[in-house]
Structures are given as structure tokens and as C-alpha cells.
């Protein structure tokens, strides 16, 4: 909760956060091939079009937070 009430008063986006935290009440752990799928798959098509982009635009946006 704090986290997010961080980042709004950062003022990162024009429009209030509207992401909601929850207690996890079910979880199911993914099969063993799922696992690490990005690391593991960076070169396929959905890996390197959509997801590093987006892993690049976070790192960009938010380079004060990472270690």
C-alpha cells in the first residue's frame, strides 16, 4: 500500500493509480517448462517484440527504484 501511494505522489502517470492489493487466496504454480519462460526464450518472436520492450520502458521509467 505504501508503494503506491509512493508512486502517485511521484506523479509518473497524469492519472490517479487505480491498482488495488490483495490478499492471495489461491495459487497454482505453473508447469516446469513455464518457468523462467522469458529468460529462457528471449530470441522467440512474443519475447523480443513484446516483452523486452516493455522490461526496457519500465527500467527506463523507474531507473531511480532499481538496484
Known amino acids: 500500500m505504501e508503494l ?8 509518473i502517470w497524469n492519472d ?6 490483495e490478499p492471495l487466496i489461491n495459487f497454482y504454480e505453473a508447469e516446469n517448462y513455464h518457468h523462467d519462460y ?7 518472436d512474443y ?6 520492450p516493455k522490461i526496457d520502458k519500465f527500467k527506463k521509467i523507474f531507473r531511480d527504484y532499481l538496484k
Open 4 to 11: 503506491l501511494k509512493n508512486l502517485e505522489n511521484e506523479r
Open 16 to 21: 490517479s493509480i487505480v491498482t488495488t492489493i
Open 38 to 44: 522469458y529468460r529462457n526464450n528471449t530470441q522467440k
Open 47 to 52: 519475447c523480443s517484440l513484446v516483452i523486452t
